[in-house]
């Protein structure tokens, strides 16, 4: 067949709401590698398909992250917990991607500080196969299972960076969502509860006995879940403090074990 253009490509994309049609049709075209595939491309994003699962990767830290069908979008606002992390703790050596999705933030922690021992996990049996993909190359590893208790046992008291990524959208809200993130991507990564913050307060609670002295916990949540979260981290025994990014519009906070706690 022949191929399609670079002005019906974006001419296809903008009849289908794309507002940044322009930059999306250079991406698939320069990822395509097959007429067919350029027209399969175009008609996947044309039916809602997100961008990143059409083209099989996104852009997260310098990293192109590979995005699987059905595994939660890495968003560009999450590279701000990373740079907190690296910021906390430079030296970090034993790192903890929890809720880790594609396993974006670990392999982006594990590229930044060189060699790490490097653990993701998460309870979606098609994210870990994904992050197992991602991660590889820093020799990490990827486990299954509902938060702590996926991870070795070995790991407890050692762990310098614990990311959790968690899920923080209310679960009344979750169908307000845009239709890209509401119809692909899975429900257990968008769904916090009823003020979606049940698995961060699960996190927080449980982080102390995981991490190293000094070691701290980073998570990402809303600006207006912001004062709550920060509570539940100071009740798990956290010294907390937070974050805010005005550019990215991203909400961190950070804890770690009073012991640890110099500098915050």
Same mark, same amino acid.
């Given at each position: 067949?022949?191929?399609?253009?670079?002005?019906? $490509?974006?001419?296809?994309?903008?009849?289908?709401?794309?507002?940044?049609?322009?930059?999306?049709?250079?991406?698939?075209?320069?990822?395509?590698?097959?007429? %067919?595939?350029?027209?399969?491309?175009?008609?996947?994003?044309?039916?809602?398909?997100?961008?990143?699962?059409?083209?099989?990767?996104?852009?997260?830290?310098?990293?192109?992250?590979?995005?699987?069908?059905?595994?939660?979008?890495?968003?560009?606002?999450?590279?701000?917990?990373?740079?907190?992390?690296?910021?906390?703790?430079?030296?970090?050596?034993?790192?903890?991607?929890?809720?880790?999705?594609?396993?974006?933030?670990?392999?982006?922690?594990?590229?930044?500080?060189?060699?790490?021992?490097?653990?993701?996990?998460?309870?979606?049996?098609?994210?870990?196969?994904?992050?197992?993909?991602?991660?590889?190359? /820093?020799?990490?590893?990827?486990?299954?299972?509902?938060?702590?208790?996926?991870?070795?046992?070995?790991?407890?008291?050692?762990? %310098?960076?614990?990311?959790?990524?968690?899920? /923080?959208?209310?679960?009344?809200?979750?169908?307000?969502?845009?239709?890209?993130?509401?119809?692909?991507?899975?429900?257990?990564?968008? %769904?916090?509860?009823?003020?979606?913050?049940?698995?961060?307060?699960?996190?927080?609670?449980?982080?102390?006995?995981?991490?190293?002295?000094?070691?701290?916990?980073?998570?990402?949540?809303?600006?207006?879940?912001?004062?709550?979260?920060?509570?539940?981290?100071?009740?798990?025994?956290?010294?907390?403090?937070?974050? /805010?990014?005005?550019?990215? /519009?991203?909400?961190?906070?950070?804890? $770690?074990?009073?012991?640890?706690?110099?500098?915050?």
């Amino acid at each position: 067949m022949p191929s399609l253009s670079p002005a019906s $490509v974006v001419t296809a994309l903008r009849a289908a709401g794309c507002v940044f049609a322009e930059d999306e049709a250079r991406l698939i075209l320069s990822t395509a590698r097959t007429p %067919d595939e350029l027209a399969a491309m175009v008609d996947r994003r044309v039916a809602g398909l997100p961008l990143e699962h059409v083209v099989g990767w996104a852009e997260f830290s310098g990293l192109r992250i590979t995005v699987e069908p059905g595994v939660f979008v890495p968003r560009r606002r999450t590279e701000f917990l990373v740079e907190q992390a690296l910021a906390h703790a430079p030296d970090a050596s034993v790192v903890v991607d929890l809720c880790c999705g594609t396993g974006a933030v670990g392999a982006a922690l594990a590229a930044a500080l060189g060699r790490v021992e490097l653990h993701a996990a998460d309870i979606d049996p098609a994210a870990v196969r994904c992050a197992r993909r991602n991660i590889a190359p /820093y020799g990490g590893q990827v486990h299954a299972g509902d938060l702590f208790t996926a991870l070795p046992d070995a790991l407890r008291g050692r762990v %310098d960076i614990l990311a959790a990524n968690a899920p /923080y959208v209310p679960t009344d809200e979750v169908g307000l969502l845009p239709a890209e993130a509401r119809d692909h991507e899975p429900l257990v990564a968008l %769904d916090g509860g009823t003020d979606g913050l049940a698995i961060l307060r699960e996190v927080a609670t449980g982080a102390p006995d995981w991490l190293a002295p000094g070691g701290c916990l980073l998570v990402e949540t809303s600006e207006r879940q912001l004062p709550s979260a920060v509570e539940a981290f100071m009740g798990a025994g956290l010294e907390t403090r937070s974050a /805010y990014s005005e550019a990215l /519009y991203a909400n961190v906070v950070i804890g $770690v074990g009073v012991a640890g706690a110099v500098g915050l």
